[in-house]
């Protein structure tokens, strides 16, 4: 069905865990698409190929991200695309920035959420109107985490609760939210239950067919406490996904391989 207004969305991170899923909902929605990446010749951490992709763009969703958990990265990366975002935007007209973070990140001083905040906070003070979604961690996580913290037959697995959510949802939200327009900071989403995280690698493990030995490790600092105090988890007012963790395990066969 084409919607009541196509718009031209370009999105930063389009190859990414949600910018794939922003590019099918918003393609399937009927809009005009504009993926950016460097593959396809934009780089937000130096802003070329950026103005060109912005012409005549109603919209830029930006679900970039980098792989760090060190606090100066994770900053500079996050100051620098945005900034950068932000001036080509203002530069070709652009009306709307649309940026996701993370539920929980109010007040980080450390780590990749102190990135985040450093995002928001240029968003939220640029030049061009703007929406935050703050979404909680994705469905993939689990594999994610097998992925960075796995060491042989053992994955360390951060000590905390949380409450997962589909990436496709996550990225139909977004959609959603670019065709309202401008709206601030949008309500938060999280997925549909709470769950141990250590937990969900097991049983994405399991169902990996890998045997390794998860070890729950609880971790110093502020991010630790609030991990295991449920800082990360949404408020009773935030949206919810409807895929549990089982349902994406047992129908996303591709993210399971």
């Not at 990446?37 to 830029?60: K, M």
Request: aromatic residues 4%; glycine residues 14%; positive net charge.
């Amino acid at each position: 069905m084409t919607p009541p207004q196509q718009l031209r969305i370009a999105i930063a991170g389009a190859t990414g865990v949600v910018g794939r899923h922003v590019v099918a909902h918003a393609r399937a929605a009927g809009h005009s698409v504009v993926p950016m990446s460097r593959g396809t010749g934009q780089d937000v951490t130096t802003g070329a190929g950026l103005a060109e992709a912005l012409t005549g763009a109603d919209v830029v969703v930006d679900v970039t991200s980098v792989l760090t958990t060190r606090t100066r990265p994770a900053v500079d990366f996050c100051t620098r695309a945005t900034g950068k975002l932000l001036a080509a935007e203002q530069d070709a007209g652009v009306g709307h920035h649309l940026a996701l973070s993370i539920v929980g990140v109010d007040g980080a001083r450390r780590g990749y959420y102190a990135g985040k905040v450093a995002q928001e906070r240029l968003v939220t003070a640029g030049p061009v109107p703007w929406t935050v979604l703050r979404a909680t961690q994705f469905h993939e996580f689990a594999a994610q985490l097998v992925q960075r913290t796995g060491i042989g037959p053992v994955v360390a697995v951060p000590a905390g609760r949380v409450c997962t959510v589909a990436a496709s949802e996550v990225g139909a939200a977004l959609v959603a939210l670019a065709e309202a327009g401008p709206s601030g900071r949008a309500t938060d989403l999280g997925g549909p239950e709470e769950a141990e995280l250590a937990d969900l690698v097991r049983r994405w493990l399991a169902a990996t067919g890998q045997r390794r030995r998860v070890v729950r490790v609880p971790l110093p600092g502020e991010l630790g406490r609030r991990m295991r105090a449920g800082g990360l988890l949404p408020g009773p007012d935030a949206d919810r996904g409807r895929a549990t963790f089982g349902e994406w395990l047992a129908g996303d066969a591709a993210a399971v391989r």
